[in-house]
Every structure is written in structure tokens, then in C-alpha cells.
């Protein structure tokens, strides 16, 4: 049996705005990894967020009310690593 | 030649996709991925494609049957977060900052937390970390890297914390992963080892 925990990927269209969204995530206690961009995903800036699946949506909502740009991305963790499935953007 | 047979059918996506995923990785030349449903069986097909390998597909009662075969010795496979290649000597990382480099604290801040996250999702793990000077508010403020520090440390790591620095900056009794150290314990430790990594 895998043990896969489902995750989301967020990725933005520059740096600025993945400090801003990190900053605004500390404020409001959400949980959130940095991690840097999956370099599939490079076209975005390096700096990423990795998520929990469930918290795609209320984080989604943060973000745009503070006009921060960003595109989510499926993702699975198997041991200790993330595997993000093509084509998968939320 | 052993030729795995991955049962994946009934598994939520993506779980077959990172199966066949964890058989590339491993270099498995030939095995066959059991999936019920079209778009896993195209999610197979593109990665099989991008990794080298050629994809036979046939119907069958209960779905699909991808079969993976080696078309190369090497693929050239893209991996979403190559591991660094394994060093054959241990290493050190020394970090005597919270941050990486000079600049805007945030970034600096962010760059440090990837740099852990990269050491502890990769394959080449350091025999040990020393936190020196503020480097310790790495062990002590940070939730972000006290859990990378934190799962190094359950898989072996050494994670030696400067007592100095703490005392000096307050911290002894905030520290959150990691033993605390002295200068004596860090200079052999430094002395040891032929390859010390520094941020």
C-alpha cells in the first residue's frame, strides 16, 4: 500500500509575490512549506509553497483577495518526496 | 530479468503514475503498470515518453496493461527534484547564519529554508550540521528549518548547536532540534572531515 499524502504546489510569476505570499501565510498561521520550484515548473520564479490538498481552496482565496498571482499544482509526497503529476494544474 | 508487475488498478491518481515513477528511478528496465482507466494509462504513456522508455499498451478485461520497456542504458529523465549525486566522502554543513547570503532578510531567510528542504528531501545527507553564531535560529526560531533539521536528525544526521551562541543570543532554553556543542566537539569535527559545505 502507498502512503501518499496529497499535496498542492504553489508557484508565482515572481519572487516579490512569493515573499508576499509567504508573509501573508505566516500572518494568518496557515500551514506551508517553502520549497523550491520543481524544476518542471521553472518557467515560475523559485520560490514555491507546498500545501496540504485540503487547504487549496481557503488558501486560493487568501491570495487572490491580496492580489498575489500564483497557479496551484497537484502533488503526492512518497517518502519524503514530492512527485507532481503532469498536467495537473489546479 | 526480473520484470515487475505493479498492480495500480482501483489506486487513486496519481498513485499509479508515481509508482512507475519509483520503477524509473530505480532503473528498472522493463515492468508493467495495471491501470483501470484511460487517463492513467495516457499519464503512463506521456511518461514513458519523457523518460526513455517505449510504452506498449493492450486492453484487457479488468482495463489496461503498460508495459515499460528500457529503450535506452541511461535515460535521460527529468526529474522533478533530482537528488544531488551521492558523495562518496561524509561531509559537513556548517551554517553560521539564519540566512543564505547578503541582501533582504527574506529572501535570505527563504533561500536558507529551501537549502535545508533540497539537503533533506535529497540522497547525499551530511554526517553532520553545525549551527554557529546565528545560525542557531535555525534550531531554535524557525519552524521551517527546525523540521528539516528535525528529519536529518531522525535519519542520523548529527546536528551539533554552538551552547555559546545560544547563551549569547538567548536561546538556550528555545532550542528546538540538535545538541548542544562546543568549540572543541566543532573544531574536531571540522578538523575530520576533508569536505565542510559553509553558508
Known amino acids: 500500500m502507498v502512503k501518499g499524502k496529497a499535496v498542492a504546489v504553489v508557484t508565482f510569476p515572481s519572487t516579490h ?17 517553502i520549497i523550491p520550484t520543481p524544476s518542471e515548473l521553472s518557467h515560475q520564479c523559485g520560490i514555491a509553497l507546498q500545501i496540504s490538498f485540503d487547504d487549496v481552496q481557503s488558501i486560493g482565496i487568501l491570495l487572490k483577495e491580496s492580489r498575489i498571482r500564483f497557479l496551484s499544482h497537484r502533488g503526492t509526497i512518497v517518502d519524503n518526496r514530492l512527485y507532481l503529476e503532469e498536467n495537473t494544474m489546479l | 530479468m526480473e520484470h515487475p508487475i505493479i498492480d495500480a488498478r482501483e489506486k487513486p491518481c496519481p498513485i499509479p503514475f508515481v509508482l512507475a515513477k519509483k520503477q524509473i528511478e530505480e532503473h528498472t528496465e522493463d515492468f508493467t503498470v495495471l491501470v483501470d482507466n484511460e487517463p492513467a494509462y495516457q499519464n503512463l504513456k506521456k511518461l514513458a515518453a519523457a523518460s526513455g522508455y517505449s510504452a506498449q499498451i493492450q486492453q484487457t478485461e479488468q482495463g489496461y496493461s503498460v508495459v515499460f520497456s528500457s529503450d535506452k542504458a541511461v535515460h535521460d529523465f527529468h526529474d522533478l527534484q533530482k537528488p544531488p549525486a551521492k558523495s562518496d566522502e561524509p561531509w559537513v554543513l556548517l551554517l553560521k547564519s539564519d540566512v543564505i547570503g547578503q541582501g533582504e532578510f527574506e529572501l535570505g531567510r527563504n533561500l536558507m529554508r529551501m537549502y535545508l528542504y533540497t539537503v533533506r528531501t535529497g540522497n547525499d545527507y551530511p554526517r553532520e550540521i553545525i ?13 521551517h528549518t527546525i523540521e528539516s533539521l528535525k528529519m536529518l536528525e531522525d535519519a542520523g544526521v548529527v546536528v551539533r548547536v554552538c551552547g555559546t551562541c545560544l547563551d549569547y543570543y538567548h536561546k538556550t532554553e528555545a532550542l ?14 571540522l578538523h575530520e572531515h576533508k569536505k565542510v559545505l559553509s553558508w
Open chain 2, 131 to 143: 549551527v554557529i553564531n546565528k545560525g542557531i535560529l535555525l534550531a531554535t526560531e524557525d519552524i
Open chain 1, 17 to 33: 509575490y512569493a515573499i508576499s505570499a509567504e508573509r501573508l501565510l505566516a500572518a494568518k498561521a496557515c500551514a506551508y512549506t
Open chain 2, 176 to 189: 528546538k532540534v540538535g545538541t548542544v556543542s562546543n568549540m572543541y566537539e566543532i573544531a574536531h569535527s
